[in-house]
């Protein structure tokens, strides 16, 4: 049974930092691109970046990029997302998910979304 | 990239279909067929409900079905059930390594 499991809850103080985790069971870790999406409370999902476990190949939105730090480790088939200075903007829910990425003719697609983590809710309040 | 267009809300009584449309552009929904629908019950996580369009995860009903016209996905969900009470999002692939959702649409089952 494919399982992606995140780390818990934290509340951290603005300016800090702060790394969670995502880790995969059940499947062939670095064979699957892992995605992180952010939800805002109230508001809808949005997509922050990928990852290829395999290679570290890492994307990001233009939206977030150089906020935060998308890593992985093969080795114990475990993804993070990690922030050098917190803001309290970046309260929200964090969710990790398998993402399936479909390559032809040296063009790749992103397909969709097949697993998600239980998500991590960061509170950023001083 | 632009956030794909939803309705915020939709409802419909036990037994009716309701239909949840998500209008992007041709650089994304119109342009690829990797348009995927998640449903989120309130404090749990997303789960995929239809993907590549059309197609349905094994464990979905098939009540649930999925179209595309254009830069227009929807999501008809026949028979409706007190159980489809959630939030139902949209993606698409955009481009360029780009994934990009829509807003959202809160489905009340009257």
């Known amino acids: 049974e494919v399982q992606l499991v995140q780390s818990g809850a934290e509340v951290k103080k603005p300016g800090e930092s702060l790394k969670i985790s995502c880790k995969g069971s059940g499947y062939s870790f670095p064979t699957y691109w892992i995605a992180w999406v952010r939800q805002m409370p109230g508001k809808g999902l949005e997509w922050m970046g990928l990852?290829?476990?395999?290679?570290?190949?890492?994307r990001y939105s233009p939206s977030v990029q150089g906020q935060v730090t998308i890593s992985a480790d093969k080795s114990i088939n475990t993804a993070y997302l990690q922030w050098g200075s917190l803001k309290a903007s970046d309260t929200a829910m964090y969710y990790c998910a398998r993402l399936l990425r479909y390559c032809s003719g040296g063009t790749c697609y992103l397909k969709q979304i097949d697993y998600w983590g239980q998500g991590t809710l960061v509170t950023v309040s001083s | 990239q632009s956030a794909l267009t939803q309705p915020p809300s939709a409802s419909g009584s036990p037994g009716q279909s309701v239909t949840i449309s998500c209008t992007g552009t041709?650089?994304?929904?119109?342009?690829?067929?990797?348009v995927s629908w998640y449903q989120q019950h309130p404090g749990k996580a997303p789960k995929v409900m239809i993907y590549e369009v059309i197609k349905r995860p094994s464990g979905v009903p098939d009540r649930f079905s999925g179209s595309k016209s254009g830069n227009t996905a929807s999501l008809t969900v026949s028979g409706l059930q007190a159980e489809d009470e959630a939030d139902y999002y949209c993606?698409?692939?955009?481009?360029?390594?780009?994934?990009?959702f829509g807003g959202g649409t809160k489905l009340t089952v009257l």
């Open positions: 993606s698409s692939y955009g481009g360029n390594n780009n994934l990009v």
């Open positions: 990852i290829s476990p395999g290679d570290s190949d890492t």
């Open positions: 041709s650089s994304d929904v119109g342009g690829y067929n990797y």
